[in-house]
Nanobody, 124 residues
Framework: QVQLIESGGGLAQAGGSLRLSCAAS????????VAWFRQASGKEREFVAA????????HYANSVKGRFTISRDNAKNTVYLQMNSLKPEDTAVYYCAVEVRVRISVKEDEYDYWGQGTQVTVSS
């Protein structure tokens, strides 16, 4: 069974940085796509970034492109989301999600496993 645990959320000032992590137990990320989604209060959950574990391919939402970076640590079986130049509109609960396939998807219903989320709040 796969369990995902997000961490690293918190309060940041506009222009600041946070680093989120997603650690998996039960299996490795090998052969999977690992993604970050976020959901702001009163809004639908939206795609943020994803990486294909085996190939290192990445994809970002336009709203975070150039500011956020998704990366992985094979030894720790952990995926990170480095968030720089944070804006108040980045405030949301951030979720780690995994699909047991190699093709990146931006559709939340394509993902098989989800973490419980970590709150990110950015003050202006």
């Amino acid at each position: 069974q796969v369990q995902l645990i997000e961490s690293g959320g918190g309060l940041a000032q506009a222009g600041g940085s946070l680093r989120l992590s997603c650690a998996a137990s039960g299996r490795t990320f090998s052969g999977c796509v690992v993604a970050w989604f976020r959901q702001a209060s009163g809004k639908e959950r939206e795609f943020v970034a994803a990486t294909s574990w085996n190939y290192g391919i990445t994809h970002y939402a336009n709203s975070v492109k150039g500011r956020f970076t998704i990366s992985r640590d094979n030894a720790k079986n952990t995926v990170y989301l480095q968030m720089n130049s944070l804006k108040p509109e980045d405030t949301a609960v951030y979720y780690c999600a995994v699909e047991v396939r190699v093709r990146i998807s931006v559709k939340e219903d394509e993902y098989d496993y989800w973490g419980q989320g970590t709150q990110v709040t950015v003050s202006s």
